[in-house]
């Protein structure tokens, strides 16, 4: 099946960093990713989608300028949370459809825990 | 346009059964459920698509009713396996790149 692979699953950073969360398609091409953060004990809140070749879309009151996402090939979408702060500590996951799968499952990686100290 | 879950959560004994329903104030093109475990990211259960299907995997079945816009998941004979935090996700295209849009869940715990 279809295999989602996210990386760091973890990170610690200082506030004020910059990180980076890469999420690839493993055995499947991915024209489009989406990316959801979950707060502790609530639901996947949908980011932006991420489309290859193109700009990403973003949703209402996420901030662009600080979640740059970057979609160069079509196994390989990047999250970037620039000048982090505690109060972007989150759970972040990436996910994606295999083209062609005809059930439109979403399949998720595996979540990149973020805490900004 | 969040789908709105109910129960927010519930308590099982082993054994047991539960529904959990998921509905939306807008037309829908397929329902998706998830189970996710503390900690962990969601996994795919089911997909219901348009047409008023059901489906079935063992003791876990769900319903779509696409003119009440609503879904329902069934789980019977519980299993202590089976807690955690139930997602249903809706969908109201079939364009590929759509993405989910999920409900606040449904924190379900099975007790011994």
Redesign the interface.
């Known amino acids: 099946g279809a295999v989602v692979s996210q990386h760091p699953s973890w990170v610690i950073c200082k506030s004020g960093t910059s990180v980076k969360i890469e999420c690839r398609s493993l055995d499947f091409q991915a024209?489009?990713m989406?990316w959801?953060r979950q707060f502790p004990k609530?639901?996947?809140?949908?980011m932006a989608?991420s489309?290859e070749g193109s700009k990403a879309t973003y949703e209402q009151g996420v901030e662009k300028d600080k979640f740059l996402i970057n979609h160069a090939s079509l196994t390989l979408s990047t999250l970037t949370v620039t000048s982090a702060h505690p109060e972007d500590s989150s759970f972040y996951?990436c996910?994606a459809?295999a083209?062609g799968s005809g059930?439109?499952?979403?399949?998720?990686?595996?979540?990149s825990?973020l805490t900004v100290l | 346009q969040q789908p709105v879950q109910s129960p927010q959560a519930v308590i099982l004994r082993e054994g047991e059964d539960a529904v959990i329903n998921c509905s939306s104030s807008k037309a829908l093109y397929s329902v998706h459920w998830y189970r996710q475990k503390h900690g962990e990211a969601p996994v795919f259960l089911m997909i219901l698509l348009k047409g008023g299907e059901q489906k079935g995997h063992e003791k876990i079945s769900a319903s779509f009713n696409e003119k009440k816009q609503q879904s329902s998941l069934y789980l019977t004979a519980s299993q202590l396996s089976y807690s955690g935090t139930y997602f249903c996700g809706t969908e109201r295209g079939n364009s590929g790149n759509t993405p989910l849009v999920f409900g606040k869940g449904t924190r379900l715990s099975v007790i011994a």
């Open positions: 024209t489009t989406f959801y609530q639901s996947l809140m949908l989608t489309n996951i996910s459809r083209v059930a439109n499952v979403l399949t998720f990686g595996a979540g825990r």
